[in-house]
């Protein structure tokens, strides 16, 4: 079972429309979590941090099952400008370092 | 500009030469990180440092690989006896234990 594994890709959705993103991963040991976006060419940027109790930023929600070892992403209102890719990551628990996910592509049409 | 620098931002080589890239952190973060990420993958880890200490290193960092942080501050990697392979962008990364990573821009390696 790979690290990190991510809903397959592309998702093309309209503009307004919502749209989940799933994550599991493998290690019970994991404690820290995160959503990042990448554009075409671009390096990763860090869209948010995903907490135990969930967490929201503006049209963004993210959700942590740790007894499922899930994650998700939920995008509402889908705007032509989140169109990218969006990238799962996970800690190594104490290890210390980020696993990454292969990344989701979205794609937001008018 | 105190974010992640990384230079150079683009490098062709030939195959068998070989290369060194350079990256400089946020100047508060005390770890530094190497990933190296192709097309349609997510970036995949290589090494990382706190302040000067070589913590970790990945399999995918074979014989050729060679990272530093003299200092603790900058960091450089080097590729010898470069392949096709290597071919890919080379993104580092600096951050507080625990916390989400902040990237530079990356290198882009091409090897002909």
């Known amino acids: 079972r790979k690290e990190v594994e991510q809903d397959p890709g592309p998702f093309n959705v309209p503009e307004g429309a919502t749209v989940a993103f799933n994550c599991t991963y493998s290690n019970s040991a994991s404690q820290s979590f995160f959503w990042y976006r990448q554009d075409c060419r671009k390096e990763p940027k860090l869209l948010m941090s995903v907490y135990s109790s969930g967490n929201e930023d503006g049209r963004f929600t993210a959700q942590l099952n740790r007894a499922s070892q899930y994650i998700s992403l939920l995008i509402r209102d889908s705007k032509l400008s989140d169109s990218a890719t969006y990238l799962c990551?996970?800690?190594?628990?104490?290890?210390?370092?980020?696993?990454f996910g292969k990344g989701t592509k979205l794609s937001v049409k008018p | 500009d105190t974010g992640v620098s990384q230079n150079p931002r683009h490098k062709i080589t030939k195959r068998g030469q070989n290369v060194t890239f350079r990256c400089d952190p946020i100047?508060?973060?005390?770890?530094l990180y190497w990933y190296r990420q192709t097309l349609g993958q997510g970036p995949e880890f290589l090494t990382y440092?706190?302040?000067?200490?070589?913590?970790?290193k990945s399999r995918l960092l074979s014989d050729r690989f060679s990272a530093e942080r003299p200092k603790g501050s900058f960091s450089t990697l080097e590729i010898q006896r470069t392949e096709q392979g290597d071919s890919a962008m080379y993104l580092c990364?600096?951050?507080?234990?625990?916390?989400?990573?902040?990237f530079g821009s990356g290198t882009r390696l091409t090897v002909v």
């Open positions: 990364a600096s951050s507080f234990p625990r916390r989400g990573y902040t």
């Open positions: 100047s508060e973060h005390n770890r």
């Open positions: 440092f706190q302040n000067e200490a070589q913590l970790e």
């Open positions: 990551v996970v800690d190594r628990g104490s290890q210390g370092n980020l696993i």
